[in-house]
């Protein structure tokens, strides 16, 4: 598998002493004003020298000694956030690991500057490692890059995250998005159902008719890693996909939880480097079970074989195929065969930029009514190599035609049904306006789909708002 940094372990092997060496940059510690008394001396330490006699104690080896200062300095003032971190240094150098993680919290919570902040979450962070806590690991990082005081501290932060991230065999993954449309349901751009221009059907119901409202996505994957070598990783892995629809306004016959989504996956993932340089074999057989409006509508098992090809630094090809078997839940006879192919090529361009094409192909084989079809998708996209204002920009264009040989309304369409559709968006990404590593993304898009059935022809605009993460 691709490397990232030297692993975190590496660079923080021994906690204790790690922790126990080079704390005179750390802004919780004070210059040394007194020399490091030995182990089994008594001292009277005054309040505002007790912070540099518990460094010096720390760096003389004596961590029993600045446990008892740094406690002092607590009873003196409970809120002391450099008294807790002090106190972290010495539980962490007595192995007394959890007990330095809570310190660490506890000095991330009363700390009094944004550096202070970043210290202590980073220290948390180093502790949880040490106790192979690596989720936690990571979620203290994210917390330390965004308390971050200055960037290179910041991009030396983001490459231990991504070092625990590699070494983390839990992966989660969520994302999420709110999106007003002015046709969340798919619906119809006029009331008149119309075939080849004819009026033979009649008219529409309102809730076959476009529908304002909001869509809210959520999406969480997960794995587990369960082997790994210099050559192949396998993991378990799991989804949770759930689309919720609220209409603007009522509709008569139809409500937003009637055509909202819930899906469950499970399966396992093999990556496999392959024999030419710069290529990587990924290989998923998933199987789950997809709910509409609150019934059970499928269920189904896939398989994806896909490769990447990393030709040059700049230039890569993604490609791939996949089965998929759905067993209808509602009507035994539509169960349906899926089959999907698609390659992609990006190049990131010399301003930072970045192009890319894509071109996908699908066919739906089921005795079901209304089911069997085909469809090709292109799509080509663009991102900026510079912000404008705030903002990363990257636009999209796509075209699709489907298509189904044979198809019914009332009764059978001459020629089947033939859709062909148009959509671009606009992608605006805020990394200035980082919280926690997550930043704001914001998409508008718009599609415009005409049919020779006119119940399918669409227009929609939607506007949705997300977050992702940037490391």
């Known amino acids: 598998m691709t490397r990232f940094a030297p692993p975190f372990h590496r660079k923080f092997n021994t906690v204790k002493r790690a922790l126990a060496c080079g704390l005179a940059g750390l802004v919780f510690v004070c210059p040394v004003t007194a020399e490091s008394p030995a182990a089994n001396q008594s001292l ?11 460094q010096a104690a720390l760096q ?20 002391n956030g450099q008294a807790h971190y002090l106190k972290a240094l010495a539980q ?15 000095a991330f919570r009363f700390a009094q500057t944004g550096e202070q902040r970043h210290q202590a979450a980073h220290l948390a962070a180093r502790l949880s490692f040490s106790q192979e806590r ?7 990082l994210r917390r330390a890059v965004h ?6 501290t910041r991009k030396a932060t983001i490459r231990d995250f991504k070092a625990v991230r590699h070494t983390n065999p839990v992966k989660l993954n969520l994302r999420f998005s709110i999106t007003p449309s002015d046709n969340v349901n798919n ?8 075939i080849d221009g004819s009026p033979l059907v009649g008219v529409l119901s309102p809730s076959a008719q476009a529908i304002a409202g909001v869509v809210a996505t959520m999406d969480l994957r997960g794995a587990y890693r369960l082997s790994r070598d210099e050559t192949a990783e396998t993991s378990l892995t799991g989804q949770i996909y759930t689309r919720q629809v609220k209409f603007n306004d009522p509709v008569a016959g139809l409500s937003g939880d009637d055509i909202s989504a819930v899906s469950l996956r499970f399966g396992v993932n093999r990556r496999v480097l392959g024999l030419m340089e710069g290529s990587l074999w990924r290989f998923d057989l998933t199987g789950g079970r997809t709910w509409y409006g609150g019934d ?17 630094e700049a230039l890569s090809l993604s490609s791939g195929i996949s089965i998929e078997e759905q067993f209808d839940q509602t009507t035994p006879t539509s169960d349906s065969t899926i089959w999907q192919a698609f390659a992609g090529l990006g190049y990131d361009l010399p301003n930072g930029g970045r192009i890319g094409g894509a071109l996908r192909y699908r066919e739906v084989k089921t005795d ?104």
């Open 44 to 54: 009277v330490v005054d309040l505002g020298q007790a912070p540099g006699v518990a």
């Open 60 to 79: 003389a080896g004596n961590p029993g000694l600045a446990l008892r200062l740094s406690e002092g300095m607590l009873k003196a003032d409970p809120d």
């Open 92 to 106: 962490a150098a007595l192995n007394d690991g959890r007990g330095a993680t809570r310190s660490a919290v506890r």
């Open 134 to 140: 690596m989720t936690a690991a990571q979620f203290w």
């Open 147 to 152: 308390n971050a005081p200055d960037a290179a």
């Open 187 to 194: 619906g119809a751009n006029s009331p008149y159902n119309l």
């Open 296 to 312: 059970p509508l499928y269920d189904s098992a896939k398989l994806v074989v896909s490769r990447k090809q990393s030709f040059v």
């Open 368 to 471: 079901g009514l209304n089911k069997a079809s085909t469809q090709w998708t292109g799509t080509v996209s663009y991102t900026l190599g510079r912000q404008i204002g705030p903002a990363e920009i990257g636009l999209s264009l796509g075209y699709s035609m489907l298509d189904y040989d044979s198809y019914t309304v009332l009764i059978p369409v001459p020629g089947g049904r033939e859709d062909k559709s148009t959509f671009g968006g606009i992608t605006a990404t805020f990394n200035d306006w980082s919280y926690l590593g997550f930043v704001p993304r914001v998409s508008l898009r718009a599609e415009k789909s005409r049919s020779n059935i006119s119940r399918f022809d669409l227009d929609e605009t939607s506007l949705s708002l997300g977050f992702a993460s940037e490391f």
